[in-house]
Protein backbone atom coordinates (compact mmCIF):
# COMPACT_ATOMS: atom_id res chain seq x y z
CA UNK A 1 0.00 0.00 0.00
CA UNK A 2 3.06 2.45 0.40
CA UNK A 3 3.69 2.34 -3.05
CA UNK A 4 0.23 3.76 -4.15
CA UNK A 5 1.60 7.12 -4.64
CA UNK A 6 3.57 6.04 -7.71
CA UNK A 7 0.37 5.38 -9.68
CA UNK A 8 -0.35 9.08 -9.84
CA UNK A 9 3.44 10.27 -10.62
CA UNK A 10 3.90 7.33 -13.38
CA UNK A 11 1.42 9.74 -15.69
CA UNK A 12 3.23 13.20 -14.19
CA UNK A 13 6.70 11.84 -15.07
CA UNK A 14 5.31 10.19 -18.72
CA UNK A 15 3.90 14.04 -19.53
CA UNK A 16 7.29 16.00 -18.00
CA UNK A 17 9.62 13.84 -20.37
CA UNK A 18 7.34 13.97 -23.42
CA UNK A 19 7.37 17.54 -23.02
CA UNK A 20 10.81 17.84 -22.54
CA UNK A 21 11.79 15.54 -25.44
CA UNK A 22 9.27 17.31 -27.79
CA UNK A 23 10.96 20.56 -27.18
CA UNK A 24 14.33 19.59 -27.08
CA UNK A 25 14.83 17.51 -29.85
CA UNK A 26 13.05 20.48 -32.20
CA UNK A 27 9.52 18.38 -32.77
CA UNK A 28 7.36 20.72 -31.02
CA UNK A 29 8.75 23.70 -33.40
CA UNK A 30 9.08 21.71 -36.35
CA UNK A 31 5.62 20.69 -35.98
CA UNK A 32 4.36 24.34 -35.11
CA UNK A 33 5.82 25.64 -38.60
CA UNK A 34 4.49 22.27 -41.08
CA UNK A 35 1.34 21.25 -39.47
CA UNK A 36 0.17 18.18 -40.53
CA UNK A 37 -3.69 18.52 -42.50
CA UNK A 38 -6.81 16.91 -40.88
CA UNK A 39 -6.97 14.51 -44.17
CA UNK A 40 -4.81 11.45 -43.58
CA UNK A 41 -1.16 12.04 -45.60
CA UNK A 42 -1.12 10.05 -49.15
CA UNK A 43 1.91 8.07 -50.50
CA UNK A 44 3.96 5.07 -49.45
CA UNK A 45 3.47 4.61 -45.18
CA UNK A 46 6.63 3.04 -43.38
CA UNK A 47 5.70 1.99 -39.29
CA UNK A 48 8.69 1.75 -36.70
CA UNK A 49 10.77 3.67 -38.54
CA UNK A 50 14.04 5.15 -36.71
CA UNK A 51 15.54 8.76 -36.26
CA UNK A 52 17.25 11.40 -34.69
CA UNK A 53 16.59 15.09 -34.41
CA UNK A 54 18.02 17.92 -31.87
CA UNK A 55 20.10 17.62 -29.11
CA UNK A 56 20.28 17.32 -25.15
CA UNK A 57 23.78 17.75 -23.86
CA UNK A 58 25.54 17.13 -27.26
CA UNK A 59 23.68 14.34 -27.80
CA UNK A 60 21.18 13.70 -30.83
CA UNK A 61 17.71 12.17 -29.33
CA UNK A 62 17.25 8.84 -31.17
CA UNK A 63 13.66 8.06 -31.79
CA UNK A 64 14.07 4.40 -32.50
CA UNK A 65 11.19 2.20 -34.19
CA UNK A 66 8.28 4.72 -33.02
CA UNK A 67 8.34 7.00 -36.07
CA UNK A 68 5.63 6.27 -38.76
CA UNK A 69 6.64 8.29 -42.31
CA UNK A 70 4.82 8.67 -45.26
CA UNK A 71 6.74 9.53 -48.21
CA UNK A 72 4.25 11.25 -50.68
CA UNK A 73 5.18 12.85 -53.90
CA UNK A 74 4.44 16.55 -52.84
CA UNK A 75 5.62 16.19 -49.07
CA UNK A 76 7.15 14.21 -46.36
CA UNK A 77 4.56 13.04 -43.36
CA UNK A 78 6.39 12.23 -39.79
CA UNK A 79 4.06 11.14 -36.85
CA UNK A 80 4.88 9.01 -34.01
CA UNK A 81 3.12 5.91 -32.39
CA UNK A 82 0.21 6.78 -30.62
CA UNK A 83 1.17 6.59 -26.90
CA UNK A 84 4.39 9.05 -27.71
CA UNK A 85 2.28 11.55 -29.39
CA UNK A 86 1.23 13.78 -26.43
CA UNK A 87 3.61 16.61 -27.34
CA UNK A 88 4.59 15.80 -30.64
CA UNK A 89 2.01 16.25 -32.95
CA UNK A 90 2.38 15.30 -36.83
CA UNK A 91 4.20 17.16 -39.18
CA UNK A 92 4.29 17.21 -42.69
CA UNK A 93 6.90 18.70 -44.88
CA UNK A 94 6.97 19.93 -48.23
CA UNK A 95 9.61 19.07 -51.06
CA UNK A 96 9.81 22.59 -51.17
CA UNK A 97 11.39 23.26 -48.43
CA UNK A 98 13.39 20.54 -47.19
CA UNK A 99 16.81 22.39 -49.12
CA UNK A 100 18.42 18.81 -49.22
CA UNK A 101 18.36 15.06 -48.57
CA UNK A 102 21.75 13.24 -48.32
CA UNK A 103 22.20 9.89 -48.10
CA UNK A 104 24.59 9.05 -44.90
CA UNK A 105 28.12 6.93 -46.70
CA UNK A 106 27.58 2.80 -46.44
CA UNK A 107 24.28 3.00 -45.08
CA UNK A 108 20.28 3.17 -45.98
CA UNK A 109 20.05 6.51 -44.12
CA UNK A 110 19.79 10.16 -45.21
CA UNK A 111 20.60 13.62 -43.63
CA UNK A 112 17.69 16.16 -44.48
CA UNK A 113 18.30 20.00 -44.47
CA UNK A 114 15.71 21.95 -44.23
CA UNK A 115 15.52 26.00 -45.31
CA UNK A 116 15.34 28.79 -42.79
CA UNK A 117 13.07 28.91 -39.82
CA UNK A 118 13.80 28.68 -36.05
CA UNK A 119 12.58 24.45 -36.35
CA UNK A 120 15.63 22.24 -36.36
CA UNK A 121 17.72 22.75 -40.01
CA UNK A 122 18.44 18.74 -40.12
CA UNK A 123 17.17 15.70 -39.42
CA UNK A 124 18.11 12.33 -39.89
CA UNK A 125 15.69 9.21 -41.23
CA UNK A 126 16.58 5.67 -41.10
CA UNK A 127 16.53 2.40 -43.31
CA UNK A 128 13.77 1.99 -46.08
CA UNK A 129 11.94 5.65 -45.66
CA UNK A 130 14.87 6.89 -45.71
CA UNK A 131 15.57 5.76 -49.65
CA UNK A 132 12.01 6.15 -50.42
CA UNK A 133 12.48 10.20 -49.39
CA UNK A 134 15.69 10.00 -51.53
CA UNK A 135 14.07 9.00 -54.43
CA UNK A 136 10.87 11.24 -53.69
CA UNK A 137 12.78 14.32 -53.18
CA UNK A 138 14.96 13.53 -56.09
CA UNK A 139 11.37 13.24 -58.06
CA UNK A 140 10.11 16.17 -56.57
CA UNK A 141 13.53 18.37 -58.15
CA UNK A 142 13.29 16.65 -61.44
CA UNK A 143 16.58 14.74 -60.71
CA UNK A 144 17.14 10.65 -60.75
CA UNK A 145 18.27 9.92 -56.97
CA UNK A 146 20.72 6.98 -56.23
CA UNK A 147 20.48 4.63 -53.68
CA UNK A 148 23.93 4.77 -51.54
CA UNK A 149 26.74 2.76 -52.70
CA UNK A 150 26.21 4.00 -56.39
CA UNK A 151 27.90 6.98 -57.79
CA UNK A 152 30.20 10.13 -55.58
CA UNK A 153 27.23 10.73 -53.39
CA UNK A 154 26.89 7.18 -51.96
CA UNK A 155 30.21 6.67 -50.92
CA UNK A 156 31.00 4.45 -54.00
CA UNK A 157 33.94 4.52 -56.49
CA UNK A 158 34.72 6.41 -59.20
CA UNK A 159 36.78 8.68 -61.21
Not at 32 to 45: N, Y
Not at 47 to 71: D, E, K
Not at 87 to 108: C, D, F, N, T, Y
Request: charged share 15%; hydrophobic share 45%.
Amino acid sequence: MDSLWLLPFFPLVWFAASHMIATHSGWRALAARFPQDAAPPSGQRFRFVSGRMGRVHGMPIHYANCLTVTVGAENLSISMVWFLRLHSPALSLPWSQVEAVEPIAKGQDALFRLRGGEAPKEFVLEGRAAQAALVAFGAARGVRAQPPGHGRAGGGTGP
